[in-house]
C-alpha cells in the first residue's frame, strides 16, 4: 500500500514536471514577454532614446532574441551595478528571477509571437521627456561641436524670470547633440550670487544617468530671480554637430516637507600611478546637523573600478550603504533607497574608490601615464554625490550644512 502511494506522488511529480516543461515551451511575446519589456525596458529601448534599438513590438524585438537573452541571464541588462547585500533601492532595475526564467523559456522556445490579442496597452510617454510633459523648459542656446579636438567646458547662464519661488518635483536634461555629450550639471545661481554657484546643484546627467523624480513631499527650491547655470562638456566624436540642452521641470502640486540639496564628496588631489592596477582613494562628508540621504551617484571616468558609500556614526560604528564593485562609466546609476537614510550630527560619509590604470582595463587611455585629476575622460575624477535633506522645515535660502575633505 504504501509503496502504491510512493508510486501514485512520484507520477503526480513528474506530470507536474512535464507541465511545467510544457508551458515553458507555450512562452509567448504577446501574453509573457512584453509586459516585462514594458515595465523594464521600454523607458530606454524606444525611438528617439539613448538605447541603439527599440524593443516595442515584436518585430523589433525578434531579432534581438538571443542576444537579449544573453544579457538578461548575464545581469547585463537591463544595467544595475549595486551589490545586493548592501541596501534596498526604490529604482532597482533589476529583473526578478521569472522574469529572467520567461525570456529565457521564451527565447528556448523559439521566440514565437503568440495571439496578438494578447498584447498589453503599450507604456506612453510623452516625445522626448520620460519625467512626463514638463510644466517649464529651459534651454541654452544652439552650440556648434567640432568634429575633433578638445572642447573646453562651456558654462552657460541662463535666466529663469521666475517671479515666485518654485519647488521642483522632477528634473531632466535632454540634448540634441547627445551623441557628443560627456555631461550636463545645472547649477543655481541665486540672487546676489555670481560665478559659477557649484556649491548648489540642481541636477545632471551623464552617460545612463536617469532623470531624477523624487517623492511627494520632497522637492528642490528655485527661489525667484535664480539663473541657471549649464556647465557643458562637449566630447568631439569625428562628426561635426549642433547642441541645445534643455533642462524640464515638473513642479510640486502639494506641500514641501523636506527641501532637497545635492553634495559632491570629492577628493581632487590623487595621484594614479602607472599601472596600477586597484589604486586607492577615499573622500569624506561629516554632518553638521542631523539628516537623511535620499540619493546616491558614484562619479568616475574610464579607469572607475569600484566604488563604496559607508556611513560612520560619531561613536565610530560603521554600516556600508551602498556598494559598486563593478563601476561602468557607460551607465551611471542613481541609487534611491526605499527609505531615507537617517544620519545624526557629527555622523559622516565615508566614500571608498579603486581605479584600474593597468592594461587589464580594456577602457584605459593609456596605462602608462600618471593620472591627476581633471574634466577630460582621460583623466579621471573621484565624487561621490548625495542627494539629502537636513532634518528641519524648509526656510528662506537653500543652504544645507555639511563639510567635505
Not at 535664480?226 to 569625428?238: A, E, I, R, S
Amino acid at each position: 500500500m504504501k509503496r502504491t502511494v510512493l508510486v501514485l506522488i512520484l507520477a503526480a511529480a513528474a506530470g507536474l514536471a512535464l507541465n511545467s516543461v510544457g508551458s515553458a515551451r507555450e512562452v509567448t511575446f504577446s501574453k509573457d514577454v512584453a509586459p516585462i519589456l514594458y515595465k523594464s525596458c521600454a523607458e530606454c529601448h524606444r525611438a528617439g532614446e539613448i538605447a541603439p534599438m527599440s524593443l516595442m513590438t515584436y518585430k523589433e524585438v525578434r531579432p534581438w532574441a538571443k542576444s537579449i537573452r544573453e544579457k538578461v541571464v548575464g545581469g547585463e541588462m537591463p544595467p544595475w551595478h549595486a551589490d545586493p547585500n548592501f541596501g534596498k533601492w526604490r529604482n532597482d532595475r533589476r529583473l526578478s528571477e521569472a522574469e529572467i526564467n520567461t525570456i529565457k523559456a521564451w527565447v528556448d522556445g523559439g521566440s514565437k509571437e503568440g495571439d496578438p490579442k494578447e498584447l498589453p496597452a503599450a507604456p506612453t510617454f510623452v516625445q522626448g521627456w520620460s519625467i512626463g510633459k514638463p510644466d517649464v523648459v529651459i534651454s541654452i542656446p544652439e552650440q556648434a561641436i567640432p568634429a575633433d579636438g578638445v572642447v573646453p567646458y562651456q558654462y552657460l547662464t541662463i535666466p529663469t524670470n521666475f517671479t515666485e519661488d518654485k519647488w521642483v518635483a522632477a528634473v531632466e536634461i535632454r540634448s540634441t547633440g547627445r551623441a557628443a555629450m560627456h555631461h550636463v550639471i545645472v547649477f543655481l545661481q541665486e540672487p546676489g550670487q555670481t560665478g559659477r554657484a557649484e556649491g548648489n546643484l540642481l541636477t545632471g546627467t551623464a552617460p545612463g544617468e536617469p532623470p531624477a523624480v523624487y517623492r511627494e513631499g520632497f522637492g528642490k527650491k528655485i527661489v525667484a530671480g535664480t539663473k541657471f547655470v549649464f556647465q557643458m562638456h562637449y566630447t568631439p566624436n569625428g562628426v561635426a554637430t549642433r547642441d541645445v540642452t534643455s533642462v524640464g521641470l515638473i513642479f510640486n502640486k502639494t506641500p514641501v516637507k523636506h527641501q532637497l540639496f545635492t553634495r559632491p564628496v570629492l577628493n581632487n588631489r590623487f595621484v594614479i600611478p602607472p599601472g596600477a592596477g586597484a589604486h586607492e582613494v577615499k573622500s569624506t562628508y561629516t554632518f553638521q546637523q542631523p539628516g537623511h540621504i535620499v540619493g546616491f551617484m558614484p562619479h568616475m571616468h574610464l579607469r572607475g573600478k569600484d566604488f563604496k558609500y559607508t556611513l560612520v556614526s560619531p561613536e565610530g560604528q560603521e554600516t556600508v550603504l551602498l556598494s559598486v564593485p563593478r563601476y561602468d562609466f557607460n551607465w551611471q546609476n542613481d541609487y534611491v533607497p526605499v527609505e531615507p537614510i537617517a544620519v545624526v550630527k557629527g555622523g559622516r560619509i565615508d566614500c571608498l574608490a579603486h581605479f584600474d590604470n593597468s592594461s587589464v582595463n580594456k577602457y584605459n587611455p593609456d596605462p602608462t601615464k600618471e593620472v591627476k585629476w581633471g574634466d577630460q575622460t582621460w583623466e579621471e575624477m573621484m565624487i561621490g554625490w548625495i542627494t539629502l535633506y537636513n532634518d528641519v522645515a524648509p526656510g528662506p535660502g537653500s543652504t544645507s550644512t555639511g563639510s567635505t575633505r
